[in-house]
């Protein structure tokens, strides 16, 4: 399956009761080794041991 085609397929697969809930939502990605300050700026400090 070619890359457009699963993107078409992935998008069509989502339930149209589920399409209200994402329109207007934040969104991002997510990467495990970056972490944000309740300000919203990449964090500068050492991840915490217990992670």
């Keep these: 399956m070619s890359?457009?085609?699963a993107y078409k397929w992935r998008k069509a697969s989502i339930d149209a009761s589920?399409?209200?809930v994402l329109?207007?939502?934040l969104k991002?990605?997510?990467k495990e080794s970056?972490?944000?300050t309740r300000?919203?700026?990449l964090s500068q400090l050492p991840h915490p041991?217990?992670?």
Excluded: C, D
Aim: glycine share 20%; net charge positive; hydrophobic share 40%.
């Design 3 to 5: 890359n457009k085609l």
């Design 34 to 36: 970056l972490r944000i």
């Design 49 to 51: 041991r217990q992670l």
């Design 39 to 41: 300000a919203g700026s």
């Design 18 to 20: 589920l399409r209200s």
């Design 28 to 30: 991002g990605i997510e």
């Design 23 to 25: 329109v207007g939502g």
